[in-house]
């Protein structure tokens, strides 16, 4: 068995299969022609989501709002890049989609708005963020130093970083 995969979108693919004796046979192309369109589309769909998004991101006055916001505009020019690369790869150089929104600017802007956290789910969900991945978590209580006392914001701030991981009962 050959496994074959990318990272780069495959869009507008012919795949022939043909059975032989005593295995199968896949073939699979890529023709300018059928797959440029798809492209195109694609690429000023992707151009009208990353303008949406960050023209919402810039309109946000909280951090918590602005932060998804600004992961779906990185997420989203990520994906306008690699549809951009096909597209060029299959000689697709005329009247493309253009972005007018600066990578970098946009990664700043995320990492100050996760840098300054103005909720607790906020500051909560960037906290526990590599802490995924973990099936049993116990979230001890926040304490004031030398009383031990655990205060109001204590218990509900742990309250929320139980909800944004897998926790349990009791510390092991």
């Known amino acids: 068995m050959v496994r074959v995969e990318s990272r780069l979108p495959s869009l507008g693919l012919e795949t022939y299969v043909l059975q032989g004796v005593d295995e199968w046979d896949a073939t699979t192309f890529l023709r300018s022609e059928r797959a440029a369109p798809l492209y195109r589309e694609r690429l000023i769909q992707l151009q009208q989501e990353i303008e949406q998004t960050w023209s919402q991101a810039q309109q946000a006055k909280r951090n918590a709002e602005r932060e998804p916001l600004l992961q779906q505009t990185l997420t989203k020019l990520e994906d306008f ?19 007018n929104i ?61 909800q944004e991981l897998k926790t349990v009962l009791r510390p092991d």
Request: glycine share 4%; charged share 25%.
């Open 81 to 99: 890049k690699r549809h951009l690369t096909v597209t060029l790869a299959l000689g697709e150089r005329e009247d493309l989609p253009e972005l």
């Open 102 to 162: 600066d990578e970098a600017e946009v990664q700043g802007l995320l990492w100050q708005a996760q840098e300054q956290p103005d909720s607790m789910e906020q500051a909560a969900r960037l906290l526990t963020k590599e802490m995924q991945q973990y099936p049993s978590v116990y979230v001890f209580p926040l304490k004031v130093s030398k009383t031990q006392e655990i205060t109001t914001f204590a218990l509900a701030f742990q309250g929320r970083l139980q």
